[in-house]
């Protein structure tokens, strides 16, 4: 049931639709296909349409004009390019987070319940102009009591129950799509706004973002190429983030980049190993690297900001990656079938070779141009959206990779646009793959596995002596459970029991015929056998024949 505050935000989004000229989003739907012909009647229509720009320019439009949750979701919704036509996720993609700001006396009312103190008890300064706005919170910049030049993030006013009552409103026009839209099915509409929904309440605890920002930090401690801002833990709350302040060139602006002396090819080269490290050393990646949060220093060293989301791969998912990249390089097609159903992102039923030849189609295009003209990113699209159609399962964290990997290759390209991603990312996932199986490999798991294995050695002795005593004894028992073994013993007990109907079912077939041919008396005592009972035993045996011959 829709309440009257959804009905209007609803029939508000509608008007915005209608505005930009959108009209066909709704009349598009089955449930309004019969009436759409009225559109066409309209001198109206006829009159504006060839004014209208195009269709995915309206679209970005519509959104940034429904607000800064309707913005959000469309930036979101440009990463996902295995259900996007590409023209509408380039235009999505241009959405940016030029929201309004709200007035910096109401930041420092948020702040000051947050500390439960007055701001000056706190901060000996606090700028209320804020640094920049964005659609989940502001950032202003301020000074510690000693001395510490920081910057404040302050989550909006009321933006979880703006957040709830938008993201139900998607909800209901997802249903709709899902159920009215010929691309409905496809499209997934509820599983796009599920994901979404996930994403951005995430966002909402600047505690987390502290956290992931602490854990980035630890990772890249030290580092000559990549600075990430320490976190000040105690004027950190759920609804405040208190960072070091940093000083840099935003990453977008190449003239001042080059302005400094910065080499172009080392910060694109810089750029693919810090993706790379991240994904395959660390296992945590900072999955909102648009060049809006990506600063650089004088020196050429990056800097990160903005750390609400990140991802996170199993050990599983990054080895099967690695390989799969690296047979991609070989154009070993057949392995990386292999290894999509091995890793159970497609189902295990799927026949390998046709899978490969699906994947052969695809791939052979793009390996005919050179390495460098070749876009990692789009070439994972290309091979998630073949996928999807045996049936592969959308993987969060293949989305959340594939969606940096578009930022990180689209960056490199604009600060040198020669980089060759591929030749760049080869000797790496080498080198890491060698570190996997290797003698290395072997060397760190045993290190990392002795502390446990010293502590059940001295347990070892007790038990064997404990077994061998059972054994000799003849209390040793052994319980084996598996899914096959269970059916198999079903199977049989099925089959033990039909065998026994057959024989039991023959013997009664038999005597009784016997019986009814040379009479009682020569089988039976006639004290004891009736010829009734034995024409019964006759209609038995049929009956329990009949039954085996069933089972």
Known sequence: MIRPKEALRLLHINWVLLRHGLDEVILATHLFRPVRFLLYLSPFYWLRRNKLPPYPVRMRQALEDLGPIFIKFGQILSTRRDLLPDDI???????????????GQKARQIIEAAFEHPIEDVLDSFDEKPLASASIAQVHTAELKNGKKVVVKVLRPNIEQIIRRDVGLLYIIAGLADRYWKDGKRLRPVEVVRDYEKTILDELDMQREAANAAQLRRNWEGSDILFVPEIYWDYTRTNVLVMERIHGIPVGNIAALKAAGISMEQLGTQGVEIFFTQVFR??????????????????????????????????????YLAENLLAFFNRDYYRVAELHVESGWVPKGTRVEEFESAIRSVCEPIFNKPLSEISFGHFLLNLFQTARRFDMEVQPQLVLLQKTLLYIEGLGRQLYPELDLWATAKPYLERWMKDQVGPKAFTRKLKKNLPKMTEYAADMPILLHKVLVDASEGRLELNWKSEELEKLRADTRKHQRNLITAISGATLLITGALTLLLGPGQLLSATTVTTAGLGLSAVGGLTLLRSWLKG
Not at 89 to 103: G, M, Y
Not at 298 to 308: L, T
């Open 282 to 319: 660390d296992n945590f990646f900072h999955a909102d690297m648009h060049p809006g949060n990506i600063f650089v220093e004088p020196s050429g060293r990056y800097i990160a900001v903005d750390f609400g989301i990140v991802g996170s791969l199993t050990t599983e998912d990054q080895r």
């Open 89 to 103: 996720a380039d235009e999505l993609s241009k959405l940016q987070d030029a929201v309004p700001p709200f007035s």
